[in-house]
């Protein structure tokens, strides 16, 4: 069975530009996390969406940051403009439904952004 | 916001030794679990627990969900190559249970 997949694996960019990350969970997985993954910092959560539905966004750094989640297999995590300190390794993660014993949350192998 | 302390930040050690890693919280937590995260890739689960006191092995790695439920530690056994990365902990609060709190990893190093 397919993982968590993400796109795209790399991606460098010059500051101002729009940055789009895009997430397809496991199928079947009821929850679609966003993380952010720095030296300083560590493992963020930045918003987690059940059912589509975003259900807490308090992760989310300011408004430049964006994530949607249009269907049960796809969402996006959206940063304009983009700045040098929002280059990080961002993970998507899924999960099945809480409350069931073996819900752990599985990551994508992440998006590596550079912004310069 | 809530945070796990893990220790020790990183570990030298040397191929054959056994490694062992905790994490501690100073509130309640549901779930422990344990990932490994290699270069260039995303975390990896390695143990979940979900019992006070559970004691679960997966392989030469063990890992326990404290009593108090405010802390777990993960230990590897006769240490090979292989095993070099960062290892996280995370934790599922009581509040927010969906929501992984984790720890700031455990880099290990091992010489052959």
């Known amino acids: 069975d397919a993982g968590v997949i993400q796109s795209p694996r790399h991606e460098v960019t010059e500051m101002g530009q729009e940055v789009t990350l895009r997430c397809k969970p496991i199928?079947?997985?009821?929850?679609l996390f966003w993380y952010r993954q720095t030296m300083m910092r560590g493992l963020e959560l930045l918003i987690y969406?059940?059912?589509?539905?975003?259900?807490?966004d308090s992760g989310m750094p300011e408004d430049r940051f964006s994530a949607k989640m249009p269907n049960a297999s796809f969402s996006t995590l959206k940063i304009q403009p983009s700045e040098p300190r929002d280059s990080a390794v961002y993970f998507c993660?899924?999960?099945?439904?809480?409350?069931?014993?073996?819900?752990?949350?599985?990551f994508g192998e992440g998006s590596w952004l550079t912004v310069v | 916001g809530q945070q796990l302390n893990q220790s020790p930040q990183s570990m030298f050690i040397q191929e054959g030794e056994d490694v062992s890693m905790n994490c501690t919280s100073s509130s309640i937590f549901n779930t422990w679990l344990w990932y490994k995260q290699d270069p260039g890739e995303g975390p990896v689960l390695l143990i979940a627990?979900?019992?006070?006191?559970e004691l679960t092995s997966n392989g030469r790695l063990t890992a326990q969900f404290g009593i108090t439920r405010k802390d777990s530690f993960l230990n590897i056994s006769a240490s090979i190559p292989s095993d070099v990365g960062i290892y996280f902990c995370a934790g599922r609060p009581i509040q927010g249970a969906q929501k992984l709190v984790f720890g700031q990893g455990t880099r290990l190093t091992i010489n052959p």
């Open positions: 993660a899924s999960s099945l439904q809480t409350g069931a014993i073996g819900n752990t949350i599985y």
């Open positions: 969406f059940n059912n589509n539905v975003p259900i807490d």
């Open positions: 199928s079947g997985h009821d929850y």
């Open positions: 627990l979900y019992k006070a006191g």
